[in-house]
């Protein structure tokens, strides 16, 4: 057992969005068998909790055999990590799932820019003062290795991970075919407009559809179309129980604005989509095709509102060919992704930094 100094901002129970992995994190840290302690304010019970004062740093560092952070350029980390450096020299994963370019995705303006360069020099501050680094992709972990100078073996790709469910879906017999899509709208990637220009297409050629959104979006003037169900985001404890009563689960996105590496996300919803035995129509960007296998355990399309209604309406008058979809995809996270997997790419990562 290592004792783990742990420095991430969301890892509590989640509504959904990165805390899910945050929660998971803590949960395959513990199941490895580690100790954890935090001076994080927000924190539960997994975790014992120091004070966050650089008076304590020294204590922290002292109490610790190992780093683990998530890269968010926070001066308390920055502060930690020159202390490890200059005095502890203790192992430090740092895990990179984002990179300072994404912000120029929501404007392009002078002072985005210089805040842009202010965080790619934070992110690689603490890159260089890290043992090894984790990715949640092969894209990012690219990107990091080529940014931040670091050596192919130093940079380890861990993608998220799903709960499997126990077996697909029970057949429905209300007369629906209900396809689900979960996502924010304030995020450019994430394609509500192909989503709803899908819908509008399947709708005309299967009356009995129901496209469910679960979104953040329904304050903003969406179309009022036959079939169309806006829901509020639900806990992420909750959304197996939903997608529990659907058919098919949309997994849709477009590149990232401005990302110098393209579409780099592990998206937690393809995850939770396969797990629960859903056939799943996803955008044929970055790892969604390194976990689906196209026609086998999943769809993959292109950004093409008609194309990926066709293939919805193929999917509704197929009911076998969508069972079989379902089951290979909870297979191939039972076999490849599930969160323990996610947990054993971390105890290498761990062992890695131990070794440096």
């Given at each position: 057992m290592t004792t783990i100094l742990f420095s991430y901002k969301d890892h509590t129970m989640p509504r959904g969005g990165g805390a899910v992995h945050g929660f998971h994190v803590v949960e395959q840290l513990k199941?490895?068998?580690?100790?954890?302690?935090?001076?994080?304010?927000?924190?539960?019970?997994?975790?014992?909790?120091?004070?966050?004062?650089?008076?304590?740093?020294?204590?922290?560092?002292?109490?610790?055999?190992?780093?683990?952070?998530?890269?968010?350029?926070?001066?308390?980390?920055?502060?930690?990590?020159?202390?490890?450096?200059?005095?502890?020299?203790?192992?430090v994963v740092i895990e990179i799932n984002a990179m300072a370019e994404e912000q120029l995705a929501y404007g392009d303006d002078p002072l985005r820019r210089a805040h842009v360069a202010l965080l790619r020099e934070q992110y690689r501050m603490m890159a260089r003062a890290s043992s090894v680094v984790v990715c949640v992709s092969e894209l990012l972990a690219e990107h990091v290795r080529a940014t931040y100078r670091l050596g192919h073996d130093r940079v380890l790709v861990v993608p998220n991970g799903g709960t499997p469910a126990s077996?697909?879906?029970?057949?429905?017999?209300?007369?629906?075919?209900?396809?689900?899509?979960?996502?924010?709208?304030?995020?450019?990637?994430?394609?509500?407009d192909t989503v709803l220009a899908a819908t509008e297409f399947l709708i005309r050629e299967v009356p009995n559809a129901e496209i469910v959104l679960y979104t953040d979006a329904r304050e903003r003037s969406l179309p009022e179309l036959r079939g169309l169900r806006v829901?509020?985001?639900?806990?992420?404890?909750?959304?197996?129980?939903?997608?529990?009563?659907?058919?098919?689960?949309?997994?849709?996105?477009?590149?990232?604005?401005?990302?110098?590496?393209?579409?780099?996300?592990?998206?937690?919803?393809l995850f939770d989509y396969m797990a629960a035995g859903l056939a799943v129509v996803g955008s044929?960007?970055?790892?969604?095709?390194?976990?689906?296998?196209?026609?086998?355990?999943?769809?993959?399309?292109?950004?093409?509102?008609?194309?990926?209604?066709?293939?919805?309406?193929?999917?509704?008058?197929?009911?076998?060919?969508?069972?079989?979809?379902?089951?290979?995809?909870?297979?191939?996270?039972?076999?490849?992704?599930?969160?323990?997997?996610?947990?054993?790419?971390?105890?290498r990562a761990l062992s890695l930094a131990a070794g440096v």
């Open positions: 199941r490895l068998g580690h100790r954890l302690i935090t001076a994080e304010p927000n924190t539960d019970g997994r975790l014992e909790r120091r004070p966050r004062t650089l008076d304590a740093l020294p204590g922290l560092l002292a109490e610790a055999g190992a780093v683990y952070l998530r890269s968010d350029g926070r001066p308390f980390d920055l502060a930690m990590l020159a202390l490890n450096r200059a005095r502890y020299r203790l192992p077996s697909p879906p029970a057949p429905r017999n209300d007369g629906v075919f209900r396809v689900v899509w979960a996502g924010g709208a304030r995020f450019p990637w994430q394609a509500l829901e509020a985001p639900v806990p992420h404890a909750e959304l197996k129980s939903h997608l529990g009563q659907a058919d098919v689960a949309l997994c849709l996105y477009r590149p990232i604005p401005a990302s110098p590496a393209g579409f780099y996300n592990s998206p937690l919803k044929r960007l970055g790892q969604i095709t390194e976990v689906i296998e196209d026609g086998v355990s999943g769809i993959l399309v292109d950004d093409e509102p008609a194309a990926i209604a066709r293939e919805l309406v193929g999917l509704a008058r197929d009911a076998e060919r969508r069972r079989a979809l379902g089951a290979a995809a909870l297979r191939r996270v039972r076999d490849r992704y599930t969160w323990d997997h996610t947990g054993d790419g971390l105890a």
